[in-house]
Structures are given as structure tokens and as C-alpha cells.
């Protein structure tokens, strides 16, 4: 299985109005030899977020369902292995676009938004490059007051959605296979 990291990004993008907060934006691009149609089956499957525990066991202690069944407004509680900072958060499926080919996945509590990020988004889009091949694009887009960014921002990056878009597409590659 070929994976390329074409893009990692981490731009510091601009001062967002008065309230001395600065907007950042985490971007990874990665190439996988599979059609964007099967690797949006799996990133817009309502069973995705068990999906991912059983993919990711070391990164996940569980993912429950605390509203809807995975489309468009439902709110899961993510749980992190004992040690992790942060431990637990909440997040909301806020698009769910089959045309687009995107998901946009809002932090609503505990986690970074319980330390003092203003706003966080995570968003994965999925674009064909060929009948069998795509780009994942994963971002993290957060705001955070200046005063909490130098001991925030250490904590978010993109690593986590970079190990999800290997499993997807290793899981993808091998249940095509087989």
C-alpha cells in the first residue's frame, strides 16, 4: 500500500476582529490509490465513528452516540485512552455533502473548547484525482485567544487525522481486495 503526505500545512492565517483571537488553520493532504467514491462510503458512513474505534483501538477508548445515528446533527462523545490531554470532548456532524464529497465535524464541548479555543472544526474532504485514485484532505480549523495560544495550540495538530486517513484507506484497500 502506497501512501503520499503530499501537504502539511501549518498556517497562521490572520487576527480575527477585537477580540485579540488568532485564527489557525492545520491542513494534510495524502494520496490514496482508491476511488473517491469508496473512500467517501467510509468517511460518510453513519457507522463511521465505530468504524474508527475497531481501526484506531490505541487512539480511541470508545466513541458514543449521545444524539442522532450519524447524519447531519448528530453529537458523539469522543473518549481518549486514560493519559490523553484532552480526555473527552463532544463533537456535532455539522455537513455531511455527498456532492461536495465533505464532512465538517464541530467541537461543541469539553475538550479544547473547555480550555479556551473559541471555535474548532475538523474537516475532511474527499477529491478524485482519477477513477482510482483521490486526495483526503484533513483540517483542523480552531480559534484561540492570544493569551491561551502558546499552551493550546501545542495540543492540536493534525497527526490524529492523518493515522484516520491511513486506517480509512487501508481499510478501503484491503476489503477491496478481498
Excluded at 488553520?25 to 476511488?35: R, Y
Excluded at 483501538?57 to 447524519?71: K, L, N, S
Excluded at 464541530?106 to 474548532?120: L, R, S, T
Amino acid at each position: 500500500m502506497k501512501f503520499e503526505i503530499l501537504l502539511l500545512v501549518f498556517s497562521f492565517l490572520f487576527v480575527m476582529g477585537k477580540g485579540n483571537s488568532m485564527r489557525y488553520e492545520l491542513i494534510n493532504e495524502m494520496e490514496v490509490a482508491a476511488p473517491a467514491e469508496d473512500i467517501w462510503a467510509v468517511y460518510s458512513s453513519p457507522n463511521l465513528p465505530k468504524l474508527i474505534v475497531k481501526l484506531l483501538p490505541d487512539v480511541f477508548e470508545r466513541i458514543d452516540y449521545v444524539e442522532g445515528t450519524g447524519g447531519v446533527g448528530t453529537i458523539i462523545q469522543v473518549v481518549y485512552p486514560a493519559g490523553s490531554v484532552p480526555r473527552t470532548l463532544k463533537e456535532k456532524f455539522v455537513t455531511i455533502d455527498d456532492h461536495r464529497l465533505l464532512k465538517e465535524v464541530q467541537q461543541i464541548e469539553g475538550g479544547h473548547i473547555a480550555m479556551g479555543v473559541k471555535f474548532h472544526m475538523i474537516s475532511f474532504k474527499i477529491i478524485k484525482k482519477s477513477p482510482a485514485s483521490c486526495i483526503i484532505r484533513s483540517k483542523i480549523e480552531y480559534i484561540v485567544p492570544d493569551n491561551l495560544a502558546a499552551k493550546i495550540s501545542p495540543l492540536i495538530n493534525v497527526e490524529g487525522l492523518v493515522g484516520m486517513a491511513r486506517a480509512i484507506s487501508k481499510y478501503v484497500l484491503d476489503n477491496k481486495r478481498n
